[in-house]
């Protein structure tokens, strides 16, 4: 199956309901500077993966997806420090850990099809 649109992508779809959860639980922090850092990381995964999607040749894509991956691991060293600082619950920051992890091996998979073309 060749996917037509970057909406169809799994990784995009996960990346985008983690942003969702991210802002849901950062979105309203009092501690500005943290809370633009956390968001803008989750919302650079699936907006890297979209950006890539649109972009010339597999490989350009797959440069992309390693940004991608990149913000990926960026909210989750956010997320440790979220709960260091008690900005999250022990049970949430797993919870989003679990599906930033999930978005990168999605992510790393994608690569994987795109190097083997």
């Known amino acids: 199956m060749v996917i037509q ?3 169809d992508i799994i990784a995009w779809q996960k990346a985008q309901d983690l942003a969702v959860e991210i802002f849901s639980d950062f979105g309203e ?19 890297n993966i979209a950006e890539g999607f649109d972009r010339s040749s597999d490989a350009d894509f797959s440069r992309f997806l390693y940004i991608a991956m990149g913000s990926a691991s960026e909210t989750k060293s956010m997320l440790y420090l979220a709960l260091r600082l008690k900005f999250i619950s022990d049970d ?10 999930e978005v990168s091996r999605i992510i790393r998979g994608l690569i994987k099809s795109l190097t083997k073309k």
């Open 29 to 47: 922090l009092r501690h500005w500077g943290f809370r633009d850092q956390i968001c803008n990381a989750a919302t650079s995964i699936s907006n």
């Open 92 to 101: 949430r920051q797993k919870m989003l850990i679990e599906q930033s992890d």
């Open 5 to 7: 649109k970057f909406e």
